[in-house]
């Protein structure tokens, strides 16, 4: 027997941990920082700035899925379990990374390859939970211009998980860490995503 | 192709934002004081009310303007996103400032000109979002009457801005600081707002 | 022009604000034990459940008006802030409490006629919260069955608020402190209430 | 009179204490590693990674009630109060259990008997709640098929209960603890659920 899912559950699910997120950012926040506010300085401010928006361009990419299909089951509440997961373990030291980065600077060539190696595989998971998600929906939906446009996303978000592994696998290797390369690999996701969807666009015939 | 945005989400997710910062609250409160309660001075329990019902005014704000409109668009959600970036980065601050201010009272002069000015800051970013997001909306409308009152309340929340920035620049130049003029300069908003609704009404024709 | 509330948010907020408060406690009470759970005082358990408890119960309470009545205003939303307020500032405390109470016991008369006084000015708060919101929906509304119900429970909760006041005064004065009357005293709320709605039924002829 | 009961803001309630209990998690993760996260070591992670999920698949089920059953009552809200406060109290000190157990080990064999008597409760009380829920919705369900899926799942969950009563008998009486066998003997839920439900479908004559 068959029982219908209650998408709405699962979207207020996520929505608090979300909501819970950004808004615990700016309690820590609050502690950092001494009573009258009036000497706040920009470190504080810029890394609560930072997560926070993160945070929401993150729930924005989970607003945007669920707006594309009304498809549901237990695998994409496995994946959606599995994105709250890092985002939750990834978000809160974005914060205190930020802040500690700001004020004193990444002191050695390791600490920064590091960086580039956790920060990379955060990225890259938290997308492969959306490429996933998208893939998952393309393939079981029925109507057939929904499914065309599911499926584009899954291919674009897959563009940012390729992208954040090659970055993974620079920083491993320390190739051009000096100069922050595996940092600055991700400034190719605007031209690899124009170009993917100009082709997709084309191969589809859509406008 | 065209998604339906689903408003109920960006409801359910401010909502929580709220709602969270607002228990957040009393609970840092609770660490404050002692366990008994019995010894619970004035102080701890006014900066927790002010915050408190700031935070719920603010609230109130947000849910009226949902009420006046079904329209969403993505530079909403961008304008809502950051009105509550600003809420949780002032009124957290503002609890403590209200307990330390009670507790000793602001000293300097240039400490209430800071004052005046952070929070003028923060005043003006919030209804400038408020008044942004009436104004998108205004936009947008199609039916007539709808978007009027929509096209009043954008006006409305101007006026809200325009005042704190005068007060701000008053701050800024320490001009009647030593009789709070800054502060007491918020009480325009009361006659203004009404000159403003009187000829709004008359112009338009409402009643 | 008028604008329809939107009872749902009015709803996602108080649920959030309860279940936030709910969670929070749990989480306190985690810092105050040590690590392994083994050995878990009865104390602090009992202090977590008695607090979890009172604000389910004070949730059901508020899920109940909602059920009843589908009006809704700004008086609504203001009685409605004002009761989640006087949730927060006292239950929190209660939590600290009856740990505190349980492990040392309250020491002198004053301190138990304090302890009386406060919980009598939250309890009494409350319920006049609830009292009031019950009393405003039924003086607007329109359906007559639908009505009764509703002055049924305003009268109901009002009964509530005179027994604590009663017992705020018994407290101030001392009278019977040392047998602990002003707390027996919230006893009489069953037989009071059973008397009410039993005159109550018979008046106006329900069954 | 009878009002309808509102089974979104039962869910809406349970799905804010979920997701807080989730985030809060991660919240006081970070409090214990470093700022830079490049040195958090796997015990934090794997402690947060399994409460995290032992909370989402409690969800799940939590979730899954709710998809099977349209009925509610006050019976249901009480068993979904005790749900959460046993869910609260046994999750948190759950994420501290694995650091500190991966750290260190538990030492004597006193204490792992103590670690398999509390689990053991809270893994019996967590599945008591789901099987009187199912229980309860089923003896008041009117349409057939329906409410044999209920029962199925009131009678699959009683399972868990008497397993883990089973093997906290065993851990009381230190009967194989030096081997683990009150934890091992948690294996058994596969093959005894699996035999229930084929015994079921076959009496029941459903495929």
Redesign the interface.
């Known amino acids: 027997?068959k029982?219908?899912?209650?998408i709405?559950?699962?979207?207020?699910?996520?929505?608090?941990?979300?909501?819970?997120?950004?808004?615990?950012m700016?309690?820590?926040?609050?502690l950092d920082?001494d009573?009258?506010?009036?000497k706040?300085d920009a470190t504080g401010?810029l890394s609560?700035?930072v997560s926070?928006?993160v945070l929401?361009a993150l729930?924005?990419a989970h607003?945007?899925f669920?707006?594309?299909t009304k498809y549901m089951d237990n695998v994409l509440?496995a994946l959606n379990?599995l994105l709250?997961?890092v985002v939750?373990?990834y978000v809160?030291?974005l914060k205190?990374?930020v802040?500690?980065w700001m004020g004193e600077g990444v002191k050695t060539k390791e600490?920064l390859s590091?960086?580039f190696v956790?920060y990379g595989i955060g990225f890259s998971l938290i997308f492969f939970c959306f490429s996933g998600m998208y893939f998952r929906a393309y393939k079981k939906s029925k109507s057939s211009?929904?499914s065309l446009?599911l499926y584009f996303y899954a291919r674009h978000f897959a563009i940012f998980v390729l992208v954040s592994l090659i970055s993974i696998v620079l920083a491993l290797f320390g190739f051009g860490i000096e100069f922050g390369l595996p940092g600055f690999f991700y400034a190719l996701l605007g031209p690899l995503c124009y170009l993917h969807s100009k082709q997709f666009y084309k191969r589809y015939e859509?406008n």
Chains 1, 2, 3, 4 share one sequence.
Do not use: C, Q
Request: aromatic content about 24%; cysteine-free; charged content about 15%.
């Open positions: 027997m029982f219908l899912h209650n709405g559950r699962i979207e207020a699910f996520s929505d608090a941990v979300f909501a819970f997120a950004a808004t615990l700016v309690v820590n926040f609050d920082t009573l009258t506010l009036s706040t401010f609560f700035a926070f928006f929401v729930w924005w607003y945007n669920f707006r594309r509440i379990a709250l997961f939750l373990y809160f030291p205190s990374l802040h500690s600490d590091n960086l956790m211009e929904k446009n859509l």
